[in-house]
Each structure stands twice: as structure tokens, then as C-alpha cells.
């Protein structure tokens, strides 16, 4: 466990040679060598040839996973250049026909559970008979190939079928979150029309109700084009939806009775009046048919619409749930999300492996914060993902879940959302045990997948992320664009991607899009993290690049300095950010949130100041230190530092950020007062 050398940090985990064996990639690189005459000596060739060589890499995901085709491709790579990379172009396929291909209808898909609903399980059998069921009624409705379908669900199976029924005919999903706002959703949702919108009464979260029929019935006025609102009874089974237009009850929707002459009612008939599933038949569909629609944070201005197509997502999920998460067919996979994030739907990807899932709507804190440790235990997950703020939660608090609950099932943890800390990295293995493989991921909604992450044929270092995902030429650019080794740069991909971006919806002429990705590095995407490769062929993230510190050319990402912060015991959350101020160098404001009954005095600022000095550099000392009653944050949880920043700096917080985008919005006001004021 000991570092090889002052630089290097410790290895915390390296992979049994039976576990390397049987690692899916393992089983890939023994069929490249087989039928490819590729032969990659270790994990880091490997890579290098699958972005030297893409169309072949490609091709070879293609052939491993059997990808079925309508109609055969003409080639692999029509254009290479970004944007505007052509892949597979005349191939037809359906992401959904390869979710229910080859399964066992006795064997079991999805458990799951929630704050209302017991844990359970769902069949192969039981969930191709629900999206069945969706897909008819989806038809009924007049929802055809195109049509957009929008969700306002819960991480629940229902969501999922109706998400795998979308994409059987070729309607295009789209979901978000029931604790979004409506202005929130109405943000999203209005820009791209839909014909018919999914959502629930109500949820309960942290052992309360939430009533959402008065937001639904808000989203029905402001989303003119639908058609229909099926509403599935989730909070209250007798609940009224006579307020609503054009609204039936998902139970009655799925039998069969949208016919009935008080739709509004949404009765189910009896058990044996319905009649029994339709054959769930798969559309076959062009390479680049539009599967969903995700959002990009929504923090300033309106949220991009990232349109995602079936054959680049169905390729970029075989290769990286199977390749990278190593699925296999005994594993219970659990990440914990909400349907508003691309884990949601990172998620239902894993339905492309031999693996099943698990899935949880509700608090994590509720009623304790070992909540899905418990599930862990209740429902034997062996993969656990979450985020690095949970992780840092878990530490504050003491846990210790391998103590506490059976998780002998348990041998792997992923980690995303923000950077995981080295002290992450020491309490996953002290409290979950030595053998877990523990893999940090960073990647982003705009590709819906990672880019950097788990390889489970390689060591685990001490806060790093193990190495670049295959097929993704992931490079750290200097403001030059020249690429480096063994320092921090822009995370930059200098060759296309499957699953990039289609288009942004509304862009007509592709302008929005090329600034968003491709404005700094002409034909390079640039990705807005600040990432070092280093010598070893792990990485390390510190930050959103439009975020960080920067004094005198020394530059740091955010991350560094919150670990420095919330090391302290007296610290509970942090937000930095790093002010243009005439006749300075930047001027750093440092903002905290201290544990209940403490203030922000002269000596605790001066152990503030002292930490950060001697963990990170003397010029990354904050200017300000102030304290505040919370750190505002988007609804998945991320700081709001470009947008406090913009406040801060003069502009209207109307203007820097969408309130119903955030878990906390009146959090921002603090700062719009602050700004009227001189540090």
C-alpha cells in the first residue's frame, strides 16, 4: 500500500487475478485477438488503439455485443470531423430490442423501493408486459415515431417501462425530476413540444407528502401542445384528477380504457376485464433517430435540450456498462439518482448487460443516513453507486455501514457527481472492506455516459480515477491547445463519439451547439473540466474549468480547495469563488456553513485561512471568508458556483440563474443582497 515514489499515491486496491479473468474486458481483448488479430498488451495499448483506430474499435463493439440491424450499415465513420460526425449511416436498429433480447421472463429485471412502496421485484416477463402495455396504449393515443413524450416520474419501474415503451416506436423521452418546480420543467419540457405527458399525484420524500396535481395542472397550461396526461396514482390511490384536462390514471390508461366516456376518472376496470399483453414489437429506426432528450443544468439561461440518438447511446452503454462497470449476470447494480439526471438513464443502460438493477425513490437521509446502506443489505446490491457528496456526508456523520449491515454481497462502489476526495477513497476502504473495487467516474450529461472511470483489470490509486473509458480520446489542452502530461489542462476529446449530442433541440443552424462545445478549440470538444492525465494513465479532476482559482497563472480547481475546508470539524459545506476585482489578482471569496451553534469568528477564520495555506498554496488564501445559513445547489446537488460568481460580479440573479433549477432557491438571495454591497 505503500506510494512507489513521492509523487505516487498509495495503491488501495488491485484486482485478483480470477477477478481480471473474468472481467468482461478481459473476455473483449481475448476476442480482439482472436477475430481481430488485436493484440494490446494491457489496458493503456488497448486504449490507444480504440481512439487510433475508431471505425475499427466501433465496428468491434458492433460485432461483440451482436448489435442487431433492421438494415446493414454502409460504414462505420461517414464523417470524422466534430461536429458533425456521421456514424453507421444507413444502419436501422431499436435501442429497446436489445434491453428485452434473449431473456429469461422468470428471472428478475428491477427490484426496487421507495419511502411508499415496500421493496419488490420485477420480471423480465412483468416488465416487457408493462412496456407492451404502454407501447398499445402509446399507439392508441396517436404518439408515432418522432412524437415526444414527456416525464414528470419518480425512479420508479413504471417510469422505466414507459421510458423502454418510447423507445419500442420510436417516440422520443424525455424526463425530469417531480421536485423540480414547474417553471423548472416548463423550462425544459415547452421547448420541445410534446404530445403527451406522463407524471405522477404526488411523492413523498423524507416522510412527508408532496401533492404535485396543482403543478400538473400549471405544466398542462403551459405545455399547450399535449394531448394527454396519464397520471399514475403514486401518493394517494384514490386521488382526484377531475382538475385536470384530458387526464386519465396510468392503471386505465395501460388496460385499455382511455376510451371511456369520463376520462378525467381514470378507473381501472376489474382484473379480468383486461386483456391480455400485446407482443411488444421494435421499430426499426436510422442509427441517428433521436431515442431522448436530456438537459444540461439549467443554472444560466434556458437548459440546453440535448438530443441523443438510439444507435449512439445503444453502442456507448453496451461498451461502457459492460466493458468498464463489468456487469455480469449475477450482479444487482444500484446507482442513486432521480429521473432528472443521466444517471437515471445510465442506469437503465445496465439493462444492456447480463446484470439486473435496483432502484430507489426517496431521501438518503431518511429516516438516517445509512438508508441505502440498509437497501444495500435488504436487496444484495453488489455494485453501490453514488456520489462524492453522499460519500462525504457518510464521513461526517461516523458511518461505518460494513459494521452495521450484511454487505457481503457488495464488491464494487462507484463514485460521481463531483470529484471524490482521497479521504473518499481511504473511507470506502476502511468501512467497506479491502477487496471492494472502488471506481471514481466523471463524464456528463452531454454524452450520458463517462469519460473517464472504472477499469476493472487495474489498481485503484488514492484519489484518481483509474483511466480514460475506451474510445474516448480524452486529452488535457493548455490554452494553446497542446496537449499535456503530468499537469492540469481542459479536458478536451479530440475525436467524435457515438453518443455526442445529435443536436440541440431548437438550434435550427447548430450555432448554440458549437458554442457551447466547440468555440475554445476549434473541432475539439471542450468539455468545461479541468483534468490531469497523469504518467500512470489515471486522471484527476479538480473542478469545472469555468469555475477555478486562478492567482498569478497558478490555477486550482474548486475541489482542492473544499477538501481543505471540509476537512475542518467546524465546516459542514462550502462555495468559493474567485472575483475580477480592479487592482487585484482576483480576489477569492470563501463562503461556509458551520455546524449548528457555531459563528464565524476571528480565530475560526484564521483556522480557515491556516488550512488552506498549508494544504493547497499561501495564493489560494481567501480574501473573504463569510458565513452563510446554506450553499445553494442544483436540484442533482451541484454548487452553483459560476452563477454566485455572476451575482456577485453585478448580474440580476433572474439572469444567472433558473430558481426552479435549484433544491434551494432561496439560497441565492443571501448572495443577491451580498452584491449590493463591497467585500
Known amino acids: 500500500m505503500a506510494a512507489a515514489n513521492d509523487t505516487t499515491p498509495p495503491v488501495l486496491w488491485t484486482p485478483e487475478l480470477a477477478r481480471a479473468q473474468r472481467a468482461q474486458l478481459t473476455r473483449f481483448a481475448r476476442w480482439l485477438a482472436q477475430e481481430r488479430d488485436v493484440r494490446a498488451d494491457g489496458y493503456a495499448a488497448l486504449w490507444q488503439w480504440s481512439v487510433d483506430e475508431p471505425e475499427a474499435f466501433w465496428a468491434a463493439i458492433w460485432d461483440y455485443f451482436e448489435v442487431i440491424a433492421h438494415t446493414p450499415y454502409e460504414r462505420v465513420l461517414g464523417r470524422r470531423e466534430m461536429p458533425g460526425a456521421q456514424w453507421f449511416p444507413g444502419a436501422t436498429l431499436n435501442y429497446a430490442e436489445h434491453v428485452f433480447r434473449d431473456r429469461d421472463d422468470d428471472a428478475v429485471a428491477i427490484r426496487h423501493a421507495s419511502e411508499l412502496r415496500p421493496l419488490a421485484e420485477t420480471t423480465w416477463g412483468e416488465l416487457r408486459d408493462l412496456t407492451a402495455r404502454v407501447a398499445a396504449a402509446l399507439r392508441a393515443e396517436g404518439i408515432g415515431s418522432g412524437d415526444r413524450v414527456v416525464a414528470y416520474m419518480p425512479n420508479v419501474v413504471e417510469t422505466v417501462a414507459a421510458l423502454l415503451a418510447c423507445a419500442s416506436i420510436g417516440a422520443i423521452w424525455s424526463s425530469a425530476s417531480p ?96 386483456v391480455p399483453a400485446p407482443v411488444l414489437e421494435f421499430a426499426p429506426l436510422p442509427f441517428d433517430h433521436p431515442l431522448w432528450i436530456l438537459y444540461s443544468s439549467g443554472t444560466t439561461g434556458l437548459p440546453k435540450a440535448i438530443v441523443q440518438g438510439h444507435g449512439g447511446i445503444l453502442l456507448e452503454q453496451l461498451k461502457h456498462q459492460n466493458l468498464h462497470v463489468d456487469a455480469q449476470p449475477d450482479d444487482r447494480i444500484f446507482w442513486f ?3 432528472g439526471w443521466m444517471m437515471w438513464n445510465f442506469l437503465v443502460g445496465c439493462l444492456l448487460t447480463p446484470a439486473s438493477i435496483v432502484l430507489y425513490d426517496g431521501n438518503p437521509g431518511h429516516p438516517t443516513l445509512d438508508r441505502l446502506w440498509q437497501l444495500a443489505e435488504d436487496a444484495g446490491i453488489t455494485t453501490f453507486g453514488t456520489s462524492a457528496s453522499y460519500i462525504a456526508a457518510c464521513i461526517k456523520d461516523g458511518l461505518a455501514p460494513g459494521a452495521s449491515h450484511d454487505l457481503s454481497h457488495l464488491h464494487a462502489v462507484g463514485s460521481t457527481g463531483s470529484p471524490l476526495a482521497p479521504e473518499g477513497f481511504e473511507w470506502v476502504y476502511r468501512h467497506l472492506g479491502s477487496d471492494v473495487w472502488l471506481f471514481s467516474t466523471s463524464g456528463g450529461t452531454d454524452v450520458c455516459s463517462a469519460f473517464v472511470g472504472g477499469v476493472p483489470t487495474l489498481p485503484v490509486y488514492r484519489g484518481e480515477l483509474q483511466a480514460r473509458a475506451l474510445g474516448a480520446k480524452i486529452e488535457a489542452f493548455d490554452p494553446d491547445g497542446h496537449a499535456l502530461i503530468g499537469a492540469v489542462g481542459e479536458l478536451v476529446l479530440t475525436e467524435p463519439l457515438p453518443s455526442m449530442p445529435l443536436f440541440l433541440w431548437g438550434d435550427a443552424d447548430g450555432s448554440r451547439y458549437r458554442e457551447a462545445y466547440f468555440d475554445m478549440f476549434p473541432g475539439v470538444w471542450r ?153
Open 179 to 274: 421536485d423540480f418546480g414547474a417553471r423548472g420543467v416548463a423550462d425544459r419540457f415547452a421547448q420541445i413540444e410534446p404530445s403527451l405527458l406522463l407524471t405522477v399525484d404526488g411523492y413523498r420524500y423524507g416522510g412527508k407528502p408532496f401533492d404535485r396535481l396543482a403543478v400538473v395542472a400549471e405544466l398542462q397550461r403551459e405545455l399547450p401542445t399535449l394531448r394527454r396526461t396519464v397520471v399514475l396514482r403514486y401518493l394517494d390511490p384514490h386521488a382526484d384528477l377531475g382538475g385536470l384536462a384530458d387526464a386519465v390514471g396510468f392503471d386505465a390508461f395501460v388496460a385499455g380504457a382511455t376510451g371511456s366516456s369520463d376520462p378525467a376518472a381514470g378507473e381501472s376496470p376489474a382484473a379480468d376485464e383486461q
Open 337 to 339: 439518482t432521480t429521473t
Open 527 to 679: 468539455h468545461g473540466d479541468w483534468i490531469e492525465i497523469t504518467p500512470r494513465g489515471t486522471a484527476i479532476i479538480s473542478g469545472r474549468s469555468d469555475s477555478t482559482i486562478n492567482r498569478g497563472g497558478v490555477r486550482m480547481g474548486t475541489a482542492e480547495l473544499y477538501r481543505s475546508v471540509l476537512a475542518l470539524e467546524a465546516v459542514t459545506d462550502a462555495l468559493v469563488v474567485d472575483l475580477p476585482k480592479p487592482g487585484t489578482e482576483g480576489w477569492i471569496a470563501l463562503f461556509v456553513v458551520l455546524r449548528e451553534g457555531l459563528r464565524l469568528d476571528d480565530e475560526l477564520a484564521g483556522a480557515i485561512r491556516r488550512q488552506i495555506r498549508s494544504d493547497c498554496s499561501p495564493r489560494h488564501v481567501p480574501d473573504a471568508i463569510e458565513q452563510i445559513a446554506e450553499v445553494p445547489r442544483t436540484l442533482s446537488g451541484k454548487l452553483l458556483e459560476v452563477p454566485v460568481k455572476r451575482i456577485l460580479s453585478g448580474v440580476a440573479p433572474a439572469q444567472a440563474a433558473s430558481r426552479d433549477a435549484l433544491a434551494n432557491p432561496t439560497a441565492l438571495d443571501w448572495f443577491a443582497r451580498r452584491a449590493a454591497s463591497a467585500f
